[in-house]
């Protein structure tokens, strides 16, 4: 009887060890896949701002080059 138990419980730890191991790899793989995602998401933001600010600062530039005239007129005057 005893050398039976050990066999069986011999055996649900190597099934519980394979099972382990591999739902360790599914989610080492999981990770990987959702951090290069995640990566991937955060450099087109960055690319986005970055295209939103330099639009920003061309509309500032006109509006302070347009204020810079107006005032030159009004100096002339």
């Known amino acids: 009887m005893g050398y039976l138990w050990r066999v069986r419980l011999s055996s649900f730890a190597a099934g519980a060890a394979t099972a382990s191991a591999a739902g360790s790899f599914l989610l080492y793989k999981d990770h990987l896949l959702a951090r290069s995602t995640i990566a ?37 005057d």
């Open 40 to 76: 991937r998401q955060v450099e087109d933001i960055k690319e986005t701002s970055k295209k939103h600010f330099e639009a920003l600062n061309q509309r500032i530039s006109a509006l302070e080059s347009r204020q810079e005239s107006g005032s030159t007129k009004e100096a002339s």
